[in-house]
């Protein structure tokens, strides 16, 4: 498995720090908040998107993904929604990310067949421009579609291999969801995994790795004995939670922790 970090995790960071970051820390990728209060967001231009993936490439860092904020199953006009997930896929290929994260954000103003219908008929939609440019749109367990059956019943409609899911290791759980239920619903979608820590369902400050309740020992070990090879990004919602304890001195103990995992995983791809 290969490991990389969001960007959440430290707020308003240069590419070249973030860079920095993760050669120092031993991680393969970075997942870039692409929020306009970031330095990797969908108003850049084209020198400045030429430079984050002359930045990473230079350094042998991969560029995960494009995490963007469109909501695809929210209710309203499509055109808004595609053109956000035309823009983001843009930059995606722009700065050379193979992935572009999205929301469900359902909301309470429809229904839950309503609001799988919307984010289907969207993510369908968008899946042609996103296999052109060597994408894939991801849906995160989140919000609305915490679990990864309710990811599932947006996915399977679709049917395109350029639209997949994100699992977040916390929501399905916080949905009373088990790791042993989500990975079947999630694994034909499966593009990446976002793992954090939490002191408990009732406080979700960012913890270091293994500080706290999720299940991490049992994903990894599922992951791994199903043959899964894929990317585990630490999402760590400093942006959030400003008092939590700053990324850059957990990072190196996180990936430390994510190795140990991975080697204690049965019939683990390491």
């Not at 308003?12 to 920095?20: F, S």
């Not at 996103?130 to 749109?137: E, H, I, K, S, W």
């Amino acid at each position: 498995m290969k490991f990389a970090f969001s960007t959440l995790g430290v707020p308003g960071t240069p590419v070249r720090d973030a860079v920095r970051l993760a050669v120092e820390h031993g991680y393969d990728g970075v997942e870039l908040r692409a929020h306009p209060e970031e330095a990797v967001h969908p108003g850049i231009g084209a020198a400045e998107r030429a430079a984050v993936a002359e930045e990473f490439a230079a350094a042998g860092v991969a560029v995960l993904a494009v995490a963007g904020y469109a909501r695809v199953a929210a209710p309203g006009d499509d055109e808004p929604v595609l053109s956000e997930l035309s823009g983001l896929t843009r930059l995606a290929e722009d700065v050379g990310a193979s992935y572009v994260r999205v929301f469900p954000g359902g909301g309470d103003e429809q229904s839950p067949e309503e609001a799988d219908a919307t984010a289907a008929r969207r993510l369908g939609a968008a899946a042609p421009e996103a296999a052109d440019r060597g994408v894939r749109l991801l849906l995160e367990t989140h919000d609305s579609h915490p679990r990864g059956a309710d990811a599932a019943r947006v996915l399977g409609p679709v049917g395109h291999k350029n639209v997949g899911a994100l699992w977040d290791v916390m929501h399905p759980w916080l949905a009373g969801e088990s790791p042993t239920a989500t990975f079947p619903a999630l694994s034909p979608h499966l593009g990446y995994v976002q793992v954090k820590d939490v002191a408990s369902a009732e406080d979700t400050t960012p913890l270091a790795l293994g500080a706290g309740v999720l299940p991490l020992s049992q994903v990894v070990g599922l992951l791994g004995a199903e043959g899964w090879d894929g990317w585990l990004c630490w999402e760590y919602e400093k942006r959030w939670y400003p008092r939590a304890e700053p990324l850059e001195g957990l990072l190196g103990p996180g990936r430390e922790h994510l190795q140990r995992l991975v080697e204690a995983a049965p019939d683990s791809t390491r």
